[in-house]
């Protein structure tokens, strides 16, 4: 497989106006004729048609009703002989496929004995031979035919036109699609499925049908995602005026799924696992997450169908965007400020934890990518969490009106094209002459087109005679591969000063006539800018980079008493939080670099890790009046050990893994008492709902519980673990269960192993909570390297199985990606059961072993022996015969 470039991009040679397709559906051998009507693309020279295909039976070829000659080229269906000139014409293609032996869940497959379709990237092609690419946007119709008793229910794209009875027990539905699309958008479903239903009436007065169609038993699961449905439908039109414009709007749920959700237009599939909840089932967690897919999913309907991607280099365009839709959303839906930072801040945690590291890793790649082996390789963090990152600056830089009216432009523009990241960011310029976006655009846009995650530094200096603080930010980013050197980027800073009292000092700039309010975004150009705030009566502390305004690393020199003074008062909630972060961290990286002493020792001595005042703060914030319990637990919460690690040059999983341990059984013994407070005043009175305010109470109370676990366990106390165990038992949600259980697991009770035994028993049948039964396991605190054992146990468990995707990322990523201290053990046996896996699930589904292909790219980063075991491992994998083109690109870049 070679790569491709995005600079080698040229049009198709050829329009394919409209589709026809007829599929004969059937486990074994599923018949697909297709009837197209092309032209040539009179703005490219004359050439022969080329069509995708793969994993296809070739049966007949006509073109304008008659045989006609072709021939095969690398899979390519190659037609020379057509009409020339620039009139329509017809080509008939008949194929057939195997849908019940696609493991590699793309294209047509069974899941569960129902029909199903995944087509983006390049899905397609294995159901028909096309030009499979996103700029050649068709309009479709589809009939389905099949048994009528296996498969009661068939479902394509946009509306139902006509079904009825077929001779032999067979029906059939014809489908159309009112809507041109690309054919990454097609999609069908067949089988035996219900639906809940609703009808809608949109702002315009139009009339919608929404269905969630599901599994007979799982009907009474599919309320959440149905009113997320319509929240989405109305948070769309009201904040950008964007309306449903299909008659019916349909998602599918299958619990064989390769991601989350698809976003096919009018048809959209998603793993089960983010349309299902119920309170007995589903974590306020799951309950959020269906919210944002669905959300998610749905707003692509404009930003990814409406307006689609010229190629997969543009993914962004619509991934990015939708991202930032979705999260946007999300904070809506959350209503207050401090809801709303809260998801903020799990936003960035998500940045920070995985895709800084793929920013300073051998994936690293630009927004925008300039070339690929395996396009399903590149949907990663950089392109999702990074691009939405690069919009949310875009929207900072022109301000929320600014930025509607960008998408408005955006939409004017180039509404039913394909279209690239410059042409969103031209809109968004252009809609705003004269902001900081407008004036600076091109500089802007190396965003898009430079990786990896810039530094800033941050220096500041009081001068007490002049009453003048300057700040003299500077900005560097590393060399990624293939681009040694990096111009300046564009960087928001939103920033603030505060006082000595925690106060909000105004702002002035020399040279202004007058004192701003406490806030500001500064934007940093070059590689170095100083400013000078005058007027300024004391030392202050700089609050940098406030809501996380740019995805960058900064660096400044707080001394400890200034992260109090900003954990105690930021007026900027992302930043007081963050304080607690830097504070603890310190204290971490402190320990882990001191590898004279060992931290059982220290433990045991009773040296404490923690300082008085930075214990006392916590226990400010924990019992604080007024903040949120979401936000407490978040403050609360140590820094992941993937973070800690990424902030450390050389990284030795175990050391780290201690560390933090050590840092969390001193948080839970120093602040016991205020633990206690912190379960018995957080417990649910009244009825279950999933809202924000609520699911923080609930995750405080489940981090408390955990907590005193964890203290009861080193202090030989029974009582707290028995508390848990009764919880767990009697819990009257899954989200207080799975705490109390995870409660009971995390601190190595006896407990655990009884509570997950009548888990397992109480839930067995439900894959998604099972899921987490596995998961749960795969990811308890490593104790001597007791896990891997286990994790092996668990993959011969019955209801185990590698076909699953969702199965085996519970098991197998839950330890390879979740359990640090698990994985990288001395011995390497931990590399040597990643290699295994990584090359028996890739001989099932390519595109799940290329993402569990990814757990040890950073391998350079480990000290040893951990360094050479885990090279060891990637290059054994490398070494295997027959490797999927996907695994073959992520391990060749690993050993690069
Ligand atoms: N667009 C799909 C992802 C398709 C992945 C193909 N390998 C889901 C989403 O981002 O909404
Ligand atoms: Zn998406």
């Known amino acids: 497989a070679t790569a491709v470039h995005r600079l080698d991009y040229c049009p198709p040679a050829y329009w394919i106006d409209t589709v026809e397709l007829t599929f004969d559906l059937d486990p074994a051998k599923t018949r697909v004729l297709s009837k197209m009507r092309l032209r040539r693309n009179p703005d490219v020279p004359a050439q022969p048609l080329r069509l995708d295909g793969e994993e296809l039976n070739l049966a007949r070829v006509q073109v304008n009703g008659a045989g006609t000659s072709f021939k095969m080229d690398g899979g390519q269906l190659v037609l020379e002989n057509l009409p020339e000139g620039h009139e329509p014409f017809e080509l008939e293609i008949f194929t057939t496929c195997q849908p019940v032996k696609n493991t590699q869940l793309s294209g047509l497959y069974v899941s569960e004995g129902t029909f199903f379709t995944q087509c983006e990237a390049q899905g397609f092609r294995r159901i028909t031979y096309f030009l499979d690419r996103p700029d050649v946007m068709a309009s479709y119709s589809v009939l389905l035919r099949a048994d009528k ?3 009661p229910v068939l479902l394509s794209n946009g509306n139902l036109v006509e079904s009825g009875e077929l001779d032999g027990g067979r029906h059939f539905a014809r489908w159309h699609d009112p809507h041109k699309k690309p054919s990454y958008l097609f999609a069908l479903v067949a089988g035996k499925l219900v639906a809940r239903e609703q009808k809608i009436k949109s702002r315009n007065g139009g009339e919608h049908l929404l269905q969630v169609w599901v599994r007979a038993g799982d009907l009474q699961k599919t309320e959440h995602a149905m009113n997320s449905l319509m929240a989405s439908i109305a948070w769309d039109e009201a904040r950008f005026n964007l309306p449903l414009d299909l008659e019916r709007f349909m998602i599918v749920a299958t619990s064989d799924f390769n991601m989350g959700a698809m976003e096919n237009k009018g048809l959209n599939v998603f793993n089960t696992k983010y349309v299902l909840a119920s309170q007995a089932t589903a974590t306020d967690v799951d309950f959020a997450n269906v919210e944002s897919v669905v959300g998610h999913e749905y ?17 962004s365009l619509k991934e990015g965007l939708t991202v930032f839709r979705d999260q946007e959303f999300s904070m809506d839906m959350a209503g207050s400020a401090s809801a709303r930072a809260v998801k903020r801040i799990e936003d960035v945690r998500v940045l920070r934890t995985v895709q800084f590291p793929e920013d300073a890793g051998p994936m690293a790649h630009p927004v925008r990518p300039d070339s690929y082996v395996e396009i399903n390789n590149f949907y990663t963090v950089t392109i999702y969490e990074k691009g939405a ?14 930025f509607a009216r960008g998408m408005q432009l955006y939409f004017e523009r180039h509404d039913g094209q394909a279209v690239t990241c410059d042409d969103f960011a031209q809109a968004m310029a252009d809609a705003n002459p004269g902001s900081e976006l407008g004036n600076r655009l091109e500089q802007f846009k190396r965003w898009y087109s430079q990786a990896g995650t810039p530094r800033v530094k941050a220096e500041g200096h009081y001068d007490a005679v002049a009453q003048t603080y300057t700040l003299t930010l500077s900005q560097s980013c590393a060399p990624t591969p293939g681009q040694p050197d990096k111009q300046p980027f564009v960087i928001p800073v939103a920033l603030g000063l505060l006082g000595r009292d925690g106060s909000a000092l105004p702002l002035q700039l020399a040279g202004e006539a007058q004192a701003s309010g406490p806030e500001r975004t500064i934007v940093l150009h070059e590689a170095s800018q100083t400013l000078t705030f005058t007027g300024v009566a004391q030392p202050p502390v700089p609050s940098l980079l406030r809501a996380f305004s740019a995805p960058v690393c900064l660096d400044c020199e707080y001394s ?91 990284v030795d999983p175990q050391r780290v893994h201690a560390v933090r341990e050590a840092l969390r059984l001193e948080l839970a013994v120093a602040l016991q008492p205020d633990w206690q407070w912190a379960f018995e005043a957080h417990q649910d009175s009244g009825a279950y709902s999933p809202d924000a305010a609520s699911a923080g109470r609930r995750a405080l109370a489940g981090t408390a519980l955990a907590m005193l676990c964890l203290a009861a366990q080193a202090q030989g106390d029974a009582v707290w673990p028995g508390k848990a165990y009764q919880r767990f038992k009697v819990a009257g949600n899954m989200t207080d269960r799975i705490n109390a259980l995870s409660a009971l697991v995390g601190s190595g009770s006896d407990l655990a192993q009884p509570a997950l035994e009548r888990f397992h028993t109480q839930f067995k049948g439900d894959a998604l909570v099972i899921d987490k039964w596995f ?31 969702n199965r085996a990322r519970s098991v197998i990523f839950s330890y390879c990606n979740g359990n640090p201290a698990g994985l990288h053990r001395a011995d390497g046996a931990g590399y040597a059961f990643w290699a295994e896996q990584v090359l028996q699930l890739d001989a099932i589904n390519a595109q799940v072993a290329a993402r569990l292909a990814r ?28 490797l999927s083109n996907d695994v073959r690109e992520v391990v060749t870049r690993a050993l690069a």
């Open 299 to 315: 707003f692509h309907n404009w930003t990814g169908n409406r307006v689609t991607c010229r190629d997969w280099f543009q993914l």
């Open 560 to 650: 400890d008493e200034d992260l109090l003074l900003l954990l105690a008062h930021d007026s900027d909630p992302f930043n007081r939080w963050e304080a607690g972060q830097r504070l603890m961290l310190r204290v971490a990286t402190k320990h882990i670099a001191d590898s004279h002493s060992s931290t059982s020792t220290e433990a045991a001595s009773g040296q404490k890790l923690l300082s008085p005042a930075l214990v006392q703060a916590l226990r400010g914030v924990l019992r604080h009046p007024q903040l949120d319990a979401a936000f407490k637990d978040l403050v609360l919460t140590l820094p992941s050990e993937a973070y800690i690690a990424e902030q450390l040059d050389e």
């Open 389 to 402: 990152e690069v919009v949310r600056m875009q929207h900072n830089l022109v301000g929320r009106e600014g």
């Open 149 to 151: 008793a296996a498969y």
């Open 855 to 882: 757990s040890l790219d950073r391998w350079r980063k480990l000290a040893e022996p951990y360094r050479s075991a885990a090279r060891e491992a990637v290059a054994r994998v490398a070494a295997a015969g027959s």
């Open 775 to 805: 998961a749960l396991q795969a990811m308890a605190p490593d104790r001597g390297g007791d896990v891997l054992p286990v994790v092996r146990q668990l993959m011969q468990h019955p209801d185990f199985s590698l076909h699953n995707p």
